[in-house]
């Protein structure tokens, strides 16, 4: 796939920040949901998957991001629980895709015969994908992130297939929804991936520190009266 489009990543990360933040503003303090606001926010996952995967491909950095998205997605857990609202949140998904593919790749390493690598693939892949309905998102955002982690690893127009697929089932009540994931996804893999130029954010921790920081300032403000 011929890729030439040139986003700097660090740019899609302040997007995909704003747009995060403008759904959820929408879904707490704007009452009823902001129809809006939330069809802007439906580009937030897409390029948070996108540079995650992308980054995982890259720097195999797998040990790093459990501890994160355990540490942040029970701090996460714990925010929603304090306003009565689901504990689920995206760093579950994150976190249950991540260890898929880990595994994956532990059972590929240690196990030569090829016939113990596939019954373990399965196995894994099949507890994992069960584990990923109660994670936000649900079975649909579990097999997004795989199909973007297959295309960086296999460069086949199959998992573009897969990716445009999923990326329009993570929202499949709204057509509308599912139209703006499926176009965000389309372009962001057109994007060449090695573009990342100027750096505009030098903490590895923003996105971590923010997800649970912003939700509570909302249902704080929320909890205060200030809703429209």
Same mark, same amino acid.
């Given at each position: ?47 948070? &998957? ?5 980054? @995982?491909?890259?720097?195999?950095? *797998?040990? #790093? !991001?459990?501890?994160? +998205? %355990? ?66 998102? &649900? ?5 997004? @992130?795989?199909?973007?982690?297959? *295309?960086? #690893? !296999?460069?086949?127009? +199959? %998992? ?69």
């Amino acid at each position: 796939m011929k890729k030439y489009l040139h986003f700097n990543q660090d740019g899609l990360k302040i997007i995909a920040l704003i747009t995060m933040t403008l759904d959820h503003m929408g879904k707490i303090i704007f009452l009823p949901t902001c129809e809006p606001m939330t069809l802007i926010g439906r580009t937030a996952f897409p390029i948070f &998957s996108y540079l995650i995967m992308l980054h @995982l491909y890259e720097k195999k950095c *797998f040990q #790093k !991001y459990f501890v994160r +998205l %355990f540490l942040f997605g029970t701090l996460t857990s714990v925010v929603l629980v304090l306003q009565n609202e689901s504990p689920n949140n995206i760093l579950w998904t994150f976190f249950v895709a991540i260890a898929c593919i880990w595994l994956l790749g532990k059972a590929f390493l240690v196990f030569e015969k090829t016939a113990i690598r596939n019954f373990l693939n399965i196995l894994i892949f099949t507890f994992c994908f069960f584990v990923s309905f109660g994670t936000d998102y &649900s079975i649909f955002g579990f097999c997004y @992130l795989l199909s973007l982690y297959g *295309f960086f #690893k !296999y460069k086949s127009p +199959l %998992f573009v297939m897969f990716a445009l697929v999923f990326g329009g089932l993570i929202n499949p009540t709204a057509l509308s929804a599912a139209a703006i994931s499926i176009i965000t996804t389309g372009i962001l893999l057109m994007n060449n991936p090695m573009g990342r130029n100027k750096r505009y954010i030098r903490s590895k921790w923003l996105f971590y520190v923010y997800y649970p920081a912003h939700l509570t300032l909302l249902y704080a403000l929320r909890t205060a009266g200030i809703v429209f």
